[in-house]
């Protein structure tokens, strides 16, 4: 079982910077594929990013790219996604999730093991 909890949101300037956090219970951390997603108020859950177990691959949606930053600590169980030149339209519930899978996650964007959400408000 894994259990994943987002931390580190909150409301910021346009064009300023976040840090997200999500702290990872479980054993099998270490060789799951790890990502955020980010859902706006009435808009569908989107992908964000991701990150293989060995850091060999990482991959961002488009939206983000150059903006955003994800990196993982096996040693700590902790996966951080660095948002800078925050915009508006970034605004939305941040999300951590999880799978053994990287196809299931990045391709196919579902997850095995969501966090319960952080909140990011980006004023104009």
């Known amino acids: 079982q894994v259990q994943l909890a987002e931390s580190g949101g909150g409301l910021v300037q346009a064009g300023g910077s976040l840090r997200l956090s999500c702290a990872v219970s479980g054993r099998t951390f270490s060789t799951y594929t790890m990502g955020w997603f980010r859902q706006a108020t009435r808009n569908e859950r989107e992908f964000v990013a991701a990150?293989?177990?060995?850091?060999?691959?990482?991959m961002y949606a488009d939206s983000v790219k150059g903006r955003f930053t994800i990196s993982r600590d096996n040693a700590k169980n902790t996966v951080d996604l660095h948002m800078n030149s925050l915009k508006p339209e970034d605004t939305a519930v941040y999300y951590c999730a999880a799978s053994p899978s990287w196809f299931k996650l990045t391709a196919l964007k579902l997850a095995d093991y969501w966090g319960q959400g952080t909140q990011v408000t980006v004023s104009s």
């Open positions: 990150i293989n177990w060995s850091d060999a691959r990482i």
